[in-house]
Nanobody, 121 residues
């Protein structure tokens, strides 16, 4: 599976962004998808995940209630809607794929290249 993340940018605190991750190469609907992020000087951390059907979602406590993960299997795309952004959300955001939903980055088989999100105070 090849993954291409996009949609990052610079936004003020309190603003919104929607990240997209387009997949190609294999049957997208067979894979659970996850979003992770890595801030400067920090380890990459889990943000959100969604099952292959979209029926199950997981969120990190730090983003729960502000971020929403969704997917469109007809468009081979997973989204991360980010609202009420905070400066601490600043990071490079990565999408990833694996057969079953998980929150541990080392369980994911395929990774996109990352997209930068910067939230100014």
């Amino acid at each position: 599976v090849q993954l291409q993340a996009s949609g990052g940018g610079l936004v003020q605190a309190g603003g919104s962004l929607r990240l997209s991750c387009a997949a190609s190469g294999h049957t997208f609907s067979s894979y659970a998808m996850g979003w992770f992020r890595q801030a400067p000087g920090k380890e990459r951390e889990f943000v959100a995940a969604i099952s292959w059907s979209g029926g199950t979602t997981y969120y990190a406590d730090s983003v729960k209630g502000r971020f929403t993960i969704s997917r469109d299997n007809a468009e081979n795309t997973v989204y991360l809607q980010m609202n009420s952004l905070k400066p601490e959300d600043t990071a490079v955001y990565y999408c990833a794929a694996r057969p079953f939903i998980a929150t541990i980055q080392y369980d994911y088989d395929y990774w996109g290249q990352g997209t930068q999100v910067t939230v100014s105070s």
